[in-house]
């Protein structure tokens, strides 16, 4: 029988080997020609193209993923970030000039995008394909070498994307490595360039913790318990629709979902019953009931079903309602959309991210109570207001904070390839997507050039008597 201890540290110079190997094709990917960086983008769009049914099948496999749904929502998000990125990688890149204030005169200055090096890439469970190629198609397009880590949850996708990566990448320039919770502590332990993390804000502090080691920068996705505001001026149809939609498609395994509705009781009673009938529409529309629907997916594994199933129950002993849903089926990891009302305050499904099709509606009395209950909360990813009333608006833009903003939509932002995503304090840090993933995985370098013999400074050298004393303080008094 082989040494486990064995195997470990074998596993660990496998690591380290990988990683040389990518430093050091990392410093001849710095003086690469742009075009090298567009033949990789379009080697990997090609393969996607070519294999959309692969990854179909094997999203399904994980948790029964919707075929459309994993076309909509794993597959066009990545296309699009490889279609936007060889569309704009020429101005990314391209220097930018500077202005020179007065005090700089003489000189002239732009920014270059230099790769940061060697980058990890640690990918969650919920949206496996979508979540792990989406930042390579960054990383790759600022001219980067990654090893990859997908999920250990999601094992088809996981092993897809390492077969995939195999077929267009050689090891130097990109490496998946599959496993589980050790080998993402073993990685973390190299000096990586840059890491990019997404998942929950527990995980995301010791991933901080582990960058801190080696210096090393992070861009964080995290979670976080995103509000729907509905305001007695919504339009209750359309919003119900949207709301339903986003928060239950995937089953509720979306960092962006929102995750409890605050809502006005004038148009409390018609939300919901607007919201029966679009969840009936979108995701049971045959009438076969929510778990013959091919349209609906599945809880991704026994804990999270457990762990949903223990927020229920511990929201209805404390007084909550079901007004909808709650048949759950536990052989199947299945639960149908399920509305909560009623809901206690001290109900833990108000503390912690439920991640799952369990929605939450609370009343508030005014948006003042509205603003207080969002800021008693840790930042959240996202924030979803839907009414019409720019009173209200401007008021929840202007006194909460938050990674994003939709006005009467949710979820959308996300695939906006020319808006910053990403979250703030604990749903986050740094952006993604688009211009924001190329500067993600950029170091943006100053150079300032000046001409021989000249410099402004040179007014101000040494020794410091009064006619130094003059320019100093006309300089700070007008530049």
Same mark, same amino acid.
């Given at each position: ?70 076309? *909509? ?45 060697? /980058? ?44 995939? *990566? ?70 209750? #149809? ?16 979306? /960092? ?149 903003? /939709? *006005?009467?939509? /949710? ?46 400074? #040179? ?21």
């Amino acid at each position: 029988m082989s040494d486990p201890n064995h195997q470990k540290e074998a596993s660990i110079d496998t690591y380290s080997e990988v990683f040389r190997k990518q430093r050091a094709k990392a410093l001849t990917l710095r003086t690469e020609r742009l075009n090298e960086r567009t033949k990789r983008l379009k080697k990997l769009q090609l393969w996607i193209e070519k294999n959309q049914k692969a990854i179909q099948d094997a999203v399904y496999r994980d948790f029964k993923k919707p075929a459309l749904e994993v076309n *909509i929502t794993e597959i066009y998000p990545v296309l699009t970030e490889i279609k936007h990125a060889l569309l704009h990688l020429k101005n990314w890149a391209k220097p930018k000039k500077v202005d020179a204030p007065v005090s700089m005169l003489g000189t002239t200055s732009f920014i270059r995008y230099e790769p940061k090096g060697v /980058c990890l890439i640690i990918a969650p469970w919920n949206f496996p394909f979508n979540l792990a190629v989406g930042p390579l198609v960054s990383a790759l397009a600022a001219g980067n070498t990654v090893i990859l880590k997908p999920s250990e949850m999601t094992r088809y996708t996981s092993e897809l994307i390492d077969s995939m *990566i195999g077929d267009i990448f050689t090891e130097d320039e990109v490496r998946v490595f599959n496993g589980g919770v050790d080998v993402s502590q073993a990685l973390l332990q190299l000096p990586f360039d840059h890491i990019f993390f997404t998942g929950s804000p527990a995980v995301g502090k010791h991933v901080m913790r582990a960058a801190a080691e080696n210096l090393t920068s992070v861009t964080l996705e995290l979670g976080g318990k995103s509000p729907a505001i509905v305001d007695e001026t919504a339009n209750i #149809k359309d919003t119900a629709e949207k709301i339903a939609w986003g928060k239950f498609i995937n089953n509720g395994q979306t /960092c962006v979902a929102p995750d409890y509705v605050l809502i006005h009781p004038l148009v409390k009673g018609a939300f919901i019953d607007q919201l029966k009938l679009a969840s009936q529409r979108l995701f049971n529309h045959d009438g076969q009931g929510f778990q013959q629907s091919k349209d609906y997916a599945r809880i991704i594994n026994n804990n999270h079903f457990n762990r949903l199933d223990g927020l229920i129950k511990d929201a209805v002993e404390k007084g909550a309602n079901i007004v909808m849903g709650g048949n759950l089926v536990s052989e199947d990891r299945f639960i149908p959309p399920t509305v909560l009302t009623d809901v206690a305050e001290d109900a833990r499904i108000l503390e912690e991210e439920i991640f799952g099709p369990v929605l939450p509606v609370v009343e508030y009395s005014s948006i003042e109570d509205v603003i207080q209950t969002v800021n008693n909360k840790p930042k959240p990813l996202a924030l979803y207001y839907f009414g019409q009333s720019n009173k209200n608006k401007r008021a929840i833009l202007n006194a909460t904070s938050s990674g994003a903003v /939709c *006005i009467n939509e /949710c979820v959308l932002h996300f695939n906006h390839p020319n808006l910053p995503f990403g979250g703030v304090n604990n749903s986050g840090m740094g952006k993604s997507h688009g211009w924001y993933g190329f500067l993600a995985f950029s170091n943006e370098k100053p150079v300032l050039r000046q001409r021989i013999g000249f410099t402004t400074t #040179k007014t101000v050298y040494p020794p410091y008597n009064n006619r130094v004393k003059s320019i100093v303080k006309l300089l700070t008094k007008y530049f």
